[in-house]
């Protein structure tokens, strides 16, 4: 498989002048999960996702289940258990999901600090799995990521009933509570008639900053250097995002538009001296309690998180 960036990715890398490093680093993406990386992906609790809807709109999400529910046996395709019974259907991963559409995973074990990103598309679905087709698979770097540990729920099977879900446009007091509480957040993007992504955003508590109801900040670190999500964005603005409240095992989903920021003012040393931000306009939210069938153990915070002056 030959690589190659779309013109979003590389206008990025560009302005950034990291092109040189991006195309070095771009020989590890590759069209089949290497071997080592089935294991890892076939042990996981849970991924995060990245799917478009019936009306267009880009959501980001997660899913959970027991070890072996995600599996790569040939390397070729991710296979995901999921029978009708246990497809929350308050979650956007399941809305609009038809074969052939386009689905970004992200395989992240905060634990290990360890993560593997797999872009395809649907080539099978029945009531029993998902079966995405793998068009780019490669690892990830281990910054921002803090170290948690899930604990399952007794019992062979995690529980999938919905809990309540509130929606809305502008954040409530609730949904802009979790935000200012967070350290991890997913994003959702894709350029124009190409893959979409699912990728890791994690910073300071606190590190997404509630601008207005509408509008929310988010500090863009020094990472691997291919832009992916940043290139999308230069191409099509419209996004996802999902924000997990780990003492809760809340999930707040967002869906909108961003714009990258350029060369800002950055006094208290937020994005880590890279000088760069997106801002994120919300179109649509909503909040589903008791989301994640799972409890956190929060170990410890990611060593490469930027020291933010007051």
Same mark, same amino acid.
């Not at 001296?273 to 799972?294: D, N, S, V």
């Not at 929060?298 to 933010?308: C, T």
């Given at each position: 498989m030959t690589f190659e960036f779309h013109e979003g990715e590389r206008a990025v890398q560009a302005r950034a002048g990291e092109a040189a490093i991006a195309l070095r680093n771009a020989s590890v993406i590759t069209d089949t999960v290497i071997a080592g990386a089935r294991p890892f992906i076939e042990k996981q609790v849970m991924v995060a996702t990245a799917t478009r809807n019936h009306r267009g709109q880009l959501w980001a999400s997660m899913l959970f289940g027991q070890p072996g529910f995600l599996r790569s046996p040939e390397g070729r395709s991710i296979d995901i258990s999921a029978s009708l019974a246990q497809r929350q259907t308050d979650n956007p991963f399941w809305q609009g999901l038809n074969l052939g559409t386009q689905a970004g995973l992200l395989f992240i074990e905060l634990s290990t600090r360890r993560r593997y990103r797999v872009n395809g598309h649907v080539e099978h679905l029945d009531d029993w799995q998902i079966r995405v087709a793998i068009d780019e698979a490669y690892p990830n770097c281990p910054k921002y990521i803090q170290r948690r540990h899930p604990h399952a729920p007794a019992g062979d099977a995690m529980p999938a009933e919905a809990g309540p879900v509130r929606r809305g446009q502008a954040l409530d007091e609730a949904s802009a509570a979790l935000i200012s509480a967070a350290d991890t957040l997913f994003i959702a993007s894709g350029a124009p008639a190409g893959s979409l992504d699912a990728s890791h955003r994690g910073g300071p508590t606190g590190f997404i900053e509630r601008l207005d109801a509408r509008r929310l900040r988010v500090p863009d670190y020094a990472g691997n250097s291919l832009y992916n999500t940043l290139g999308n964005l230069a191409l099509d603005p419209a996004c996802g995002l999902v924000v997990p409240h780990?003492?809760?095992? %809340? !999930? !707040?989903?967002? &869906?909108?538009?961003?714009?990258?920021? $350029?060369? +800002?003012?950055?006094? +208290?040393? !937020? &994005?880590?001296?890279?000088?760069?931000? $997106? /801002?994120?306009?919300? /179109?649509? $939210?909503? *909040? %589903? /309690? +008791?989301?994640?069938? *799972?409890? $956190? /153990?929060?170990?410890?915070?990611?060593?490469?998180?930027?020291?933010?002056?007051?």
């Open positions: 780990f003492a809760t095992g %809340r !999930l !707040l989903h967002l &869906t909108g538009r961003a714009r990258l920021l $350029w060369d +800002q003012a950055d006094p +208290q040393g !937020l &994005t880590g001296g890279t000088g760069r931000f $997106w /801002e994120f306009e919300i /179109e649509e $939210w909503l *909040l %589903r /309690e +008791q989301a994640m069938a *799972l409890s $956190w /153990e929060f170990l410890d915070a990611s060593p490469f998180n930027p020291k933010v002056s007051t």
